[in-house]
């Protein structure tokens, strides 16, 4: 579906509405790990505003605020 894919790549890309977006859509968590950095451009200095529940080497789990 083009609206998840659009909505993925948005999500993954940060931003102020992302997290409230989210949780509108049920979403609790971020999951990023080498699959969705290399299908998105993963804004990391966002992902790093929110909660950090897994960091185990190249995957890292983010929960919504």
């Known amino acids: 579906d083009r609206r998840r894919a659009d909505l993925l790549a948005y999500?993954?890309?940060?931003?102020?509405?992302?997290?409230?977006?989210?949780?509108?859509?049920?979403?609790?968590?971020?999951f990023v790990g080498p699959q969705e950095r290399q299908a998105y451009k993963v804004n990391d200095e966002f992902l790093d505003q929110l909660p950090l529940v897994i960091d185990a080497e190249t995957y890292r789990l983010h929960r919504l605020r």
Do not use: N
């Open 11 to 30: 999500a993954y890309q940060g931003g102020g509405d992302v997290p409230e977006l989210l949780r509108q859509l049920g979403v609790d968590y971020i």
